[in-house]
């Protein structure tokens, strides 16, 4: 193990962009149920609410949040329907699978989406069972990433020590909470806007752009140094 990342007990995801290839875009599956469930909602058509969706996700984190402050729109039934999507674009990743298996200490998903999501997610690339514990934004009563709150509970709630704990994240701006709290921040890049938006080296610790290349680096340099 790098040096760098020896002080590392607890390895904290994201999931959507990192623990799937960017590539995969089931955001762009979700984004069109975003906008018909806008549509249907504000009896609008799906371009005026593509617009407030966007809006909604620059001002307040998620388009859930901005749902919610502005309409008092239900959670689950909105996530219930966003993610009701086509997940045959996952493939199965088994050295991804062996690499995060070999890290050592706990392994964590942190995600602004929900538990049932998450979870076949993580089935369709065959992780399935492999994270000690799924933080998802249920669990931080709807407060989603970046605001504190959120870090506040994956912390009270895991019991995790952040001065011991490695974040990564395919959106920039999530990563400053992390920094300030203490974590090892690594930023997957994937040439989206939307990830480098607020984008600062301040608290960006390493930056990557496929997580499957550099954490089977992290297993093989263990190996490597092993007695």
């Known amino acids: 193990m790098p040096p760098e990342f020896s002080h590392i007990d607890h390895w904290i995801f994201d999931l959507d962009n990192v623990l799937y290839p960017a590539e995969c875009d089931l955001f762009s599956l979700i984004d ?3 906008g018909q469930y806008v549509a249907e909602m504000l009896g609008c ?3 005026e609410a593509q617009k407030i ?3 909604y996700f620059h001002d307040h984190g998620t388009t859930l949040a901005g749902l919610m402050h502005h309409h ?3 959670p689950q039934d909105f ?8 997940m045959s674009r996952l493939s199965h990743a088994p050295d991804l699978h ?3 298996a070999a890290l050592p200490g706990e392994k964590l998903v942190f995600t602004n989406g929900d538990r049932p999501y998450a979870e076949r997610v993580l089935d369709n690339r065959g992780l399935g069972g492999l994270f000690d ?3 998802d934004v249920l669990a931080t009563d709807l407060v989603p990433k970046p605001e504190k709150a959120a870090y506040h509970s994956l912390i ?3 019991g995790i020590d952040p001065k011991r704990s490695l974040f990564v994240e395919d959106m920039a701006r999530n990563l400053r909470p992390a920094k300030d709290l203490g974590m090892t921040t690594i930023w997957v890049n994937t040439g989206s806007d939307w990830g480098a938006r607020d984008h600062a080296p301040d608290y960006i610790d390493h930056e990557i752009t496929d997580l499957e290349s550099w954490v089977t680096g992290l297993s093989s340099n263990r190996e490597e140094t092993s007695p």
């Open 133 to 135: 514990q799924i933080h």
């Open 156 to 158: 009270n709630t895991t």
């Open 98 to 100: 062996s690499a995060i």
């Open 53 to 55: 969706q966007k809006a």
């Open 72 to 74: 008092g729109t239900d």
């Open 79 to 86: 996530l219930d329907y966003v993610h009701d999507i086509d």
């Open 45 to 47: 058509d799906i371009a």
């Open 32 to 34: 069109i149920k975003m």
